[in-house]
């Protein structure tokens, strides 16, 4: 796994699309919910990432930096859903 995770951010993913699918595959497997964010952003798969976002649970330590990765693309619709589900409005 950490060869995994090494070579996820070597790699550019316009070059090994086979890899981006790849490492979806894998850190959902492996439950890493912090990398599986990125790499869903990094790939666009926003509506990857809004399913994500509503299927944690209240106050997971994810979801401010969710809502800033929704924001960043104008999707301020779900930047306030899941400011919302942490309590917090900035």
Not at 20 to 39: C, E, F, I, P
Not at 47 to 52: A, E, K, P, R, T
């Amino acid at each position: 796994m950490a060869t995994l995770t090494l070579n996820l951010w070597i790699v550019p993913f316009h070059l090994c699309p086979t890899f981006r699918s790849h490492a979806v595959t894998m850190y959902r497997q492996g439950n890493n919910q912090q990398r599986l964010s990125d790499v869903l952003y990094v790939l666009e798969d926003y509506n990857g990432l809004v399913d994500m976002m509503k299927a944690l649970p209240e106050n997971h330590k994810l979801l401010p930096d969710m809502a800033q990765q929704f924001v960043s693309v104008g999707m301020c619709d779900q930047a306030v859903e899941a400011y919302t589900k942490v309590s917090i409005l900035p």
